[in-house]
């Protein structure tokens, strides 16, 4: 399954791999030739400790360059007064008599604990490209489902945010 990305997404991982194999990559190879000039091997712990460090950013860098390989850019395309992607909005749930504000993020970005919610999440899947006002039935599973209501939209692109309107 490709994973799903935006623009800044992915320029955001290409820039971590940039930084990984243009400045860690010469200093931790530093490190290596540094440690293994200390002489005996197999009591010399910088070295281990330099060789670890050394996978740990190849096998990161090999993550995120099959993750760019294997993604596809989205972008919304949801009008200023629809729930898309990267707005948050405003929820009332009708079973618990309580409001949430979650943020709709691609599932890299999501973190249910943060209130950032997938497009690929139910909820996020069942929001998109609703206004405020509208009753939305959440489906979790083939027995349960449950109701909210969307109270607010805001514009969270970057770090503007345009309030669309109270409910």
């Not at 712990?45 to 850019?73: C, D, H, P, T």
């Not at 009008?79 to 979650?102: A, Q």
């Amino acid at each position: 399954m490709k994973e799903k990305l935006t623009r800044q997404d992915a320029e955001k991982i290409q820039a971590e791999i940039d930084h990984r194999k243009l400045v860690l990559r010469p200093q931790i190879l530093d490190a290596v030739r540094e440690a293994r000039a200390q002489g005996d091997l197999s009591e010399n712990f910088e070295y281990y400790a330099a060789k670890r460090e050394n996978g740990i950013n190849n096998s990161r860098i090999r993550y995120l360059e099959q993750m760019l390989k294997n993604s596809v850019i989205v972008e919304d395309h949801s009008s200023s007064d629809e729930v898309g992607l990267n707005k948050s909005v405003t929820v009332y749930i009708e079973e618990d008599d309580e409001c949430e504000t979650y943020k709709i993020v691609t599932s890299i970005r999501g973190d249910s604990m943060k209130n950032l919610i997938s497009i690929e999440s139910p909820l996020g899947k069942a929001l998109l490209h609703h206004k405020v006002g509208d009753t939305v039935t959440i489906s979790v599973s083939d027995t349960y489902s449950y109701d909210v209501v969307i109270r607010e939209i805001q514009n969270t692109q970057g770090e503007e945010e345009d309030r669309i309107r109270t409910f």
